[in-house]
């Protein structure tokens, strides 16, 4: 009887792990980060009728929540594949991210025997703290620019990351268009930097150092999903001032990422920060009035428009790269 108890809660909470995102502050779809965007939609809306009356929709409604978006196939996909797949991560995710007991405990009493005891080397306090939270976030933004480079660039990865560029509408929905298996990269090399990282800041400030958090996110990623975060999987053209363009990545320079037109191919692949792409040479800032399709340039994008295919399609492809008579040039 006692194991019955328990399992209506936890079957309840496992149907009910979809509905948490959106009440749940550290998700990306959270309500408040939901209805943040839609306000700067609004400000988006008013200034483009300013400048183009005649370009834009009249309706309101319409302008946000186009039918062609919203209802198209790809966006469908989105939503059964978000209820599947947001439970089968519930269920097996965790045991496929342990980097982070396996590397930072460690680290600092390896730190400790080859250097000796902790001492401050950095003063607590707020400069010290800002420092631990700024070098934490920009250390785990780099490595989320380079594990996403390296989908780019690697056939065996491009292929699990295809599912993520098979969308040819976006909604907030379409984030959590990504393959099991890329999640599981993304979580354990994440982990592992921020494992890394704050052993050291544990070291150097004798244990006295914190990171600024808000309802449990760093601040920086707070504003960052504050500000228009969900706008960037939407057809919503929010962009930044040209010069921010090279420090932030706008909603609209993510959404040129997931275009299919030549000049666009593996360009803007920051998180938060534009910077790496800039650095690296993949940055891309549009230009007022620039239009493209989305989607993937081989064609294959409504191959992915079902759960089955997101899951198993990468695997199909791969194998089909071992075929000499089936291997193509990759294709964005």
Known sequence: ??????????????LGEPARYFTDPTERLFVLYLASALLCALVVYAIARLRSPQSV?????????????????????????FIVD?????????YFVLVVPMVGAPLYHLLVVVFGEATPILPPGV???????????LA??????????????????WEFHKVHHSAEVMTPITAYRMH??????????????????????????????????????????????LFAFNLRHSHIPMAYPRALSHLFVSPWMHQVHHS?????LDK?????????????????VPVRGETFALGLDSGEAPKFHSVRAMYLRPFRNILDRLDPAKSTPRSS
């Open 1 to 14: 009887m006692e194991n019955w108890r328990n399992f209506w809660p936890e079957l309840k909470a496992l």
């Open 57 to 81: 929709p009249a309706s309101l409604i319409g302008y946000l929540f186009p039918r062609e978006v919203y209802l198209h196939p790809s966006a469908k996909a989105d939503y059964a594949f």
């Open 86 to 94: 947001r439970i089968l991560s519930f269920l097996f995710i965790p």
């Open 127 to 137: 400069a010290t703290n800002l420092l631990l939270t700024l070098i934490s976030v």
């Open 140 to 157: 785990v933004d780099f490595a989320l620019w380079w594990i996403h480079y390296l989908h780019h660039r690697i056939p065996v990865l």
């Open 180 to 225: 099991p298996v890329e999640i599981i990269l993304n979580l354990n090399l994440t982990g592992f930097v921020s494992a890394v990282t704050f052993a050291i800041f544990r070291y150097i400030t004798a244990d006295t150092g914190v990171t600024y958090t808000v309802v449990g996110i760093d601040v920086i990623t707070f504003a960052f999903l």
């Open 260 to 264: 299919l037109e030549a000049r666009h």
């Open 268 to 284: 803007n692949m920051g998180f938060i920060f534009a910077i790496w792409d800039w650095m690296f040479g993949t940055l891309y």
